[in-house]
């Protein structure tokens, strides 16, 4: 803001102010015979001045003076915005104070369809926060790979996850932690973490089929998808109490994201930060436990020991450190990014295969032809499944978990046609409008596996749409992990039941939040049947 529209906001605050204290002092003035009688002085005296002078004025009074205060700010805050967004496209008009907040909440949709409609770039405000909203895939990329565009999860993010969590870790020492994760990405690992995936995913399902009653697979999917990480990340040996209470403080701790800053007692972000110092605690005496089988030669049984594993197998003059917090923190940053996204994707999976029955065939006719009984799968059959990976990919694009991933910048920047981003603005890449974009995938808004085959090949023609799993530094590096369990899940699901989509009056909108989900969770009615012996 320019310094003259500074003065001449801060002349019409103190104009208010004066008119107030000369209405105070006039009624302080008229009070002489009774202040006289009142034995005070300095600060106490003053205080039942004022006191005695409040006191005195009407509530039209009051009221005048507090709009006059709210107009001056809601003044300054257009007016910032108006400097900060020159010539970008953007709504007419912001409301003041809350901006396009309400409209974020009750109808996403519809704020996502306006704000693409000003074109690859627009401006929003949203609690008096600049926002940019980017729907070009190739800005968005660029956004993704700026090195002074930061992950922006949530106002309370850094007090619960810490500043050792992944997203807030940059430069060198993010490049370092990455080097060492790739172990635990390798083929060898990914091998290592499938009979997990398998064996939790078939005992959900069975049990679902068991209780014979509908299923709601938002709730379903939550559970077997949290069952699955704690069985990766700790191993299957970890007693089942552990993982459970790990998957309850989780939970807790999740809810904190999203909730108000406030960090006082009882507040949902202290219980969020309390859920973290224990699993903070209950992952320590895992990994230390893991320590003693590694150095003891025995077998890995999860990531943890994965990582402990190849840290004692590398050179000593080659080993980084490998502190326990290093080990938590990076864990904590998995499940975050990981669990709601997940759990997204297997709950569209169970929609949208129940609503394209043709894809849900073609799955079940190539299992059948691979595997001829219900043998354990392993990577080498999983890769042979081609038009399955090709529905899996297709799931992703159609239903991208994550709609978009909020950045602020925390320097000017440049981004697309030389537009300039102050300091401090909030950056929104839309992952779904690149998803989606006019001149990227064919037909887009048609769920269609065969995109991916071998003639199409849109995931090369169309790459630099594909941004499921984001780009730049912090590309995903558990992108094969998380496409196996997808995989896993319907294989699984596909050949050992079937099922039906109970539909609800508008139970098919679509939830925007930090992932999407149907309105109503997916309802739906499962029974058992063996695709193998049909």
Known sequence: MKTSTKFILVFVLLAAVAVFVSEAT?????????????????LQCT???????????????????????LATIALQQQYTINQKKGSIPGPS???????????????????????EKYGAVSWTSILNKFVLFVTDAEINRQVFKEENAKLFLSLGAKKIL???????????????????????????????????????ATEH??????????????????????????GVFVGNNTPVEIREEIAKNFFLMNEGFLCLPIDLPGTTLRKAINARVRLVELFTIIIENSRKRMSAGEECQS???????????????????????TIIFTLLSFMFASQDALTSSLVWTIHLMANHPDVLARVRAEQKALRKTDEPLNLDTMRQANYTRMVVNEILRFRPPAVMVPHENIEDIVIGDNVFVPKGTMILPSIWSSHFQEGGFKNPQNFDPERFNAERKEEITCAKNYLVFGAGPHFCIGKELAKNQIE??????????????NKTPGGDEIIFGPTIFPKDGCNASIRGKDYFKC
């Open 47 to 69: 205080t039942q001045k004022l006191i005695a002078a409040v006191s005195k004025f009407t509530l039209k009074q009051v009221l005048i003076g507090v709009v006059v205060v």
């Open 205 to 230: 399902i069975n049990q679902w089929i068991k209780e014979g009653k509908d299923i709601n697979a938002r709730n379903v999917c939550r559970d077997l998808n949290m069952a699955v990480s704690t």
């Open 303 to 325: 990531l943890i020991d994965l990582w402990v594993e190849h840290f004692l197998n590398c050179p000593e003059e080659e080993r980084d450190e490998l502190s326990n917090d």
């Open 93 to 115: 008009f912001v409301p003041p104070f809350f901006g396009m907040l309400f409209q974020l909440i009750f109808t996403p949709f519809s704020f996502y369809e306006k704000q």
């Open 488 to 501: 896993v899940f319907l294989t699984k699901l596909a050949m050992s039941a079937e099922w039906e989509h």
């Open 26 to 42: 006039a009624k302080v003035n008229t009070q002489t015979t009774q202040t006289a009688q009142v034995k005070c002085s300095g």
């Open 162 to 200: 810490t500043e050792k969590a992944i997203p807030f870790i940059e430069g060198a020492a993010h490049k370092q932690l990455r080097k060492q994760l790739l172990p635990l990405f390798t083929i060898r690992a990914l091998s290592s973490y499938l009979p997990i995936q398998e064996k939790i």
